[in-house]
């Protein structure tokens, strides 16, 4: 896997129809919620990502059974048998840490090690430990190993998180739904991916309201049950391919996708000049006209511009006319692309939060390594709209989030291969 590649010959124009992978950021919290239910749990449109193959790695080592098909996982959880996780399967994904949450809640301990992933800048675990330790765990962090406890089981409280982290939120949910009495995270994070996990943990018999919203109230349950769930369609993935389809002046559908997931991005392609209808789970993007530029994108926690779609749709602004501006918000290291987009002729001007990109006429193809998942998938973008051949290294990264990415976009008429 290190040493395959992507070879992307730029300059043809998307144009077909796509149906969106199940969403990467929904399915991780989920299939770990999955260990804390009673018999069999099914989950349909499950992703096939490195990503989900490293969640069914943990699980199967800490006793579950796990199957994989056709986009459908099957999880028993009853041979759970073991609370710790190995550092070697900790560090294959940066939201492993969820596993604190649903290992507490299955098992009223874990042991674990920090995560892995994308190399984005620190990540403190921090609002994690204090949030389990409101809730009763005592929790021993040495030596890189972290062990929570909690012998008489974990007790409702009201946790006010000083920042909307998605992650937090998650773990949070994850050990209460299955604690003594009422929990109530006040400043919880409120993106879609969120509601899809209340939803799964809701048809399992928990009690949870108000996720989306920025208070989230869990009654805590003595059981939870298996259930067949649905994983929602990945919004990034849909923003990945609106990108392509603008980066080579495109025209593309993509179905499977409910538009309400776009809001925040879709009004960004309409700045650039992309015609783009909804209908029915669909969403039409018409990109033939010259592009250009928008005023200010500043990445927000949802329902603002999610920091998973900035260098997606700053790799389409290198080639709009006029100056965009970029302010990232949520990791400090998240324009590490930058150096492969200007080495492909991409006028960028970085100074700390702010990226300020002058468009070009031309992009031109070039030999780039993907830096994190994200900055892959635009390395990818700029590349399908550049001038001759465009060579990707560490494609590992885009694996992890990306489903078939050459096959989808192959499909829409894109000169790519892996080799």
Same mark, same amino acid.
């Not at 028993?76 to 940066?94: A, F, Q, T, V, W």
């Not at 892995?116 to 389990?132: K, N, Q, T, V, Y």
């Not at 996708?257 to 392609?269: E, P, W, Y």
């Given at each position: 896997?290190?040493?395959? &590649?992507?070879?992307?010959?730029? @300059? ?10 199940? #969403? ?82 299955? %098992? ?7 995560? /892995? ?15 389990? $330790? ?13 062990? %929570? ?6 007790? /409702? ?18 050990? +209460? ?12 994070? !409120? ?12 048809? %399992? ?29 990945? !919004?990034?993935?849909? #923003? ?32 650039? @000049? ?44 290198? $080639? ?28 960028? &001007?970085?100074? /700390? &939060? ?10 031109? @193809?070039? &030999?780039?390594? +993907?830096?994190?998942?994200?900055? @892959? ?43």
């Amino acid at each position: 896997m290190q040493n395959q &590649k992507l070879v992307i010959e730029g @300059g043809h124009k998307l144009s077909g129809e796509v149906r969106v992978q199940g #969403a990467k950021n929904s399915s991780l919290p989920i299939i770990a919620a999955s260990l804390m239910c009673q018999g069999e749990t099914v989950l349909k449109n499950c992703p096939a990502l490195s990503d989900t193959y490293a969640s069914c790695r943990i699980l199967t080592h800490l006793g579950c059974e796990c199957r994989f098909s056709g986009n459908t996982l099957t999880v028993k959880p009853d041979g759970l048998n073991s609370y710790e996780i190995p550092d070697d399967l900790m560090h294959e994904m940066r939201s492993s840490i969820i596993y604190m949450g649903a290992l507490l809640g299955a %098992c009223g301990k874990c042991c674990l090690s920090f995560p /892995g992933g994308c190399e984005l800048g620190p990540r403190p675990i921090d609002m994690h430990l204090s949030a389990m $330790k409101k809730m009763g765990a005592s929790v021993k962090d040495e030596f890189g190993i972290i062990e %929570c406890m909690a012998d008489k089981g974990l007790h /409702g409280t009201k946790i006010t998180l000083r920042y909307p982290s998605v992650g937090t939120t998650e773990n949070i949910i994850l050990a +209460a739904v299955k604690a003594k009495g009422e929990t109530i995270i006040v400043n919880a994070a !409120r993106e879609p991916e969120i509601v899809d996990l209340a939803l799964f943990l809701n048809k %399992c018999g928990g009690k949870i309201k108000g996720a989306g919203n920025s208070t989230v109230v869990i009654e805590g349950v003595e059981k939870l049950h298996g259930c067949m769930h649905y994983i929602m369609p990945d !919004r990034i993935a849909a #923003a990945t391919y609106i990108s392509a389809a603008a980066s080579t002046n495109g025209e593309i559908n993509i179905i499977g996708i409910d538009s309400n997931l776009c809001d925040s991005f879709i009004s960004v392609f309409e700045q650039m @000049g992309c015609n783009v209808y909804i209908y029915d789970g669909c969403i039409y993007v018409n990109a033939k006209k010259t592009l250009k530029s928008v005023n200010k994108i500043i990445t927000m926690p949802h329902p603002g511009f999610p920091t998973d779609a900035q260098a997606i749709v700053m790799a389409v602004l290198c $080639k709009a006319e006029g100056n965009s501006i970029f302010e990232e918000n949520i990791f400090e290291n998240r324009y590490r692309h930058v150096d492969a987009l200007v080495k492909m002729g991409a006028d960028i &001007k970085v100074i /700390g &939060k702010v990226a300020v990109i002058n468009g070009v006429k031309k992009l031109y @193809g070039a &030999k780039v390594s +993907a830096t994190d998942l994200r900055g @892959g998938a635009a390395m990818a973008v700029a590349g399908l709209g550049a001038e001759g051949t465009t060579e990707i290294s560490d494609i590992s990264h885009i694996d992890r989030g990306y489903e078939n990415f050459e096959s989808v976009i192959a499909s829409m008429g894109g000169k790519i291969k892996r080799i």
